[in-house]
């Protein structure tokens, strides 16, 4: 059986004298524990962070609730536009979009008047 050489401290002697043996081992992940650390504290201040937020929507929930009930019936008397009705306006706007970009019922209308007019 031949011998294998232990090349532990060639490696060991040779990252010593290499310039960039930092950047690599830092590219490697093993320089320094500050990554773990950073990538953790971040970790726990998204989680947090996000729980901050559930809870503030959860607290306001039961407001917008009431706010959505009494507005109501308070916009139509004061002559003003609901959710529901600009929702609706913007669905008829989209499909009015939609056959004038596929050629539909106003394309038809147009090449119907253009075929009667004899003088053009």
């Given at each position: 059986?031949?011998?294998?050489?232990?090349?532990?401290?060639?490696?060991?002697?040779?990252?010593?004298?290499?310039?960039?043996?930092?950047?690599?081992?830092?590219?490697?992940?093993?320089?320094?524990?500050?990554?773990?650390?950073?990538?953790?504290?971040?970790?726990?201040?998204?989680?947090?962070?996000?729980?901050?937020?559930?809870?503030?929507?959860?607290?306001?929930?039961?407001?917008?609730?009431?706010?959505?009930?009494?507005?109501?019936?308070v916009m139509p008397q004061l002559n003003l536009v609901t959710?529901?009705?600009?929702?609706?306006?913007?669905?008829?706007?989209?499909?009015?979009?939609?056959?004038?970009?596929?050629?539909?019922?106003?394309?038809t209308i147009k090449q119907a008047l253009f075929k009667g007019d004899s003088s053009s």
């Open positions: 059986m031949s011998q294998q050489p232990d090349t532990r401290m060639l490696d060991l002697f040779g990252s010593m004298f290499d310039p960039f043996g930092v950047w690599r081992a830092a590219l490697q992940g093993e320089t320094h524990p500050y990554v773990k650390l950073t990538a953790e504290l971040l970790k726990a201040q998204a989680e947090m962070s996000s729980k901050v937020i559930d809870a503030y929507l959860a607290a306001f929930q039961p407001l917008q609730g009431r706010v959505e009930t009494t507005s109501a019936p959710r529901a009705e600009l929702a609706a306006v913007e669905e008829r706007l989209s499909r009015i979009e939609q056959e004038i970009n596929h050629g539909g019922p106003l394309e």
